[in-house]
């Protein structure tokens, strides 16, 4: 998290604010045909985690054979529609300094083939999670982030166009981080060894989950690029460069939840697939309650300081970015509670009405955000859209879930979302009280930045933990100690 924050600062730094906010809208424009991908990635993701909790390797070899050679299509079909349609849009409609047109085009293709590579790869870090190997991912994702940054300080000691250069040293980073994955994997997993899948029920059944996963799909695109786009349109790639500053940080923040929750989502498709559902409830119940806490433990020093911290970390801050990012932190929060629910749905295989409502529900994000921007509001105005959303969203993956597999609703409402919400009022009063006290200063950031972590803390444990988590938190620290 620390590298990426620092490498945005280098980047925003090296760049200079338009050039970042080119750099983002131009590869937010490959990002957009990331649905095909997404989609494809959900299916491989669930059907080789359901494969090796019923101990079938005879199919989990098929799985994933057959999901290599829908990947490499899928890839052909991405690159197909990026190198026209994209490309067309790219030229026609993006708000771009002619003189920087040259300098987008380099970063489109090269930001397409690196795309292409993320594509293929999708099988082998899927059984790699699949398998539970999180410490093979923590470790080969630290080297991905440490080449990233030592690409962007390369930027300062050359003279070539700056922009150009990032595009194409970030394409040879993804090569290389693909190759390490797919070396281990073919090494440590007999059934990643390449063999031709003749079996037409199989390729069915994983383009049928990932038709229906493909809408939904289509929603986050929608919601995250299509935004941005019309951010592009009616404000300019200014606005884009805060919008990115704010993604990076939702990116940075959220990766803990999100690799905390990628470390539980194969037991809760493996608790499914066994048809341990009570086990796969708790997964749920308490990966969605310890992901907001770790969230919101990081989020609210940065909601308190969100300026000075801004202004200390990117030193030139574009407009708006301040209040992208106090919302986009209030959306993250929603969404990481949602995330378990999402998997233990996912993990049914009846995902057609649960798609059609929730992504519905998504892509409605962006023609009401257009409404907004032609009657003249200001572009955060999009993001309070995005949160009323994303509680309506949650309320549905509930419903369905309860309809699934009899998730008890009144049991996450108490444990999850009454627990946590007043936690978090309460963890708000002390910080605010304090920084309406002091004048703003790096004696105040400090402070209140550990009082919020400390009082947080203390909060979420007493108010947010049952008796039974708090024991077990008691007895994994006496381990620690004895260690």
Known sequence: MLMTLYTSRVILNTLGVEDYGIYNIVGGIVS????????????????????????????????????????????????ALAETVGLWFVKSYLVIPSDRMTAALWVYHFSVLSFMITVVQVPYNAILI??????????????????????????????????????????????????????????????????????????HALISYSGWSLFGNIAVVAKGQGVNVLLNIFFGPIVNAAQAIATQIQGALSSFSNNFQMAINPQIIKSYATGNTEY??????????????????????????????????????????????????????????????????????????????????????????????ISGYAPQVTLFVTIIISIVALTFRLLFLQKLVGFPVGKFLRDVLLRNL?????????????????DPSIFRLITISIISIIWASLMLYKIGLDREERGYLHNLINKIRKR
Not at 192 to 201: G, H, N, P
Not at 282 to 301: E, I, N, T, Y
Not at 425 to 437: D, G, H, N, R, V
């Open 422 to 438: 007043m936690a978090v009022f309460l963890s708000l009063t002390l910080p605010l009280i304090l920084k309406q006290l002091w």
């Open 32 to 79: 957009m045909f990331a649905f095909f991908n997404s989609a494809m990635a959900n299916a491989t993701q669930r059907f080789l985690s359901f494969d090796i909790g019923q101990n079938n390797t005879t199919n989990l070899r098929k799985t994933f054979n057959a999901a290599q050679v829908i990947h490499f299509a899928v890839a052909l079909i991405i690159f």
């Open 130 to 203: 699949a398998h539970e190997r999180m410490k093979v991912f923590a470790y080969i994702s630290i080297l991905e982030v440490t080449f990233k940054l030592l690409i962007v300080l390369m930027l300062t000691w050359v003279s070539f166009d700056k922009l150009q250069l990032y595009g194409v040293l970030y394409f040879f980073v993804v090569l290389f981080i693909a190759l390490i994955y797919r070396i281990y994997v073919l090494r440590q997993y007999e059934e990643t060894k390449f063999e031709i899948v003749k079996d037409s029920k199989l390729y």
């Open 280 to 373: 796969m409830t708790s997964l749920v119940v308490r990966g969605a309650k310890f992901s907001f806490s770790l969230l919101f433990l990081l989020s609210l020093p940065i909601a308190m300081e969100v300026d000075q911290i801004l202004f200390l970390w990117l030193k030139t801050v574009p407009r708006y970015t301040s209040i992208f990012t106090t919302l986009v932190l209030i959306v993250i929060l929603i969404d990481c509670v949602s995330g378990p629910l999402m998997t233990a749905v996912q993990a049914t295989g009846k995902i057609k009405s649960y798609q059609i409502v929730v992504g519905t529900l998504q892509i409605l994000i962006l023609p009401i955000s257009y409404l907004f921007f």
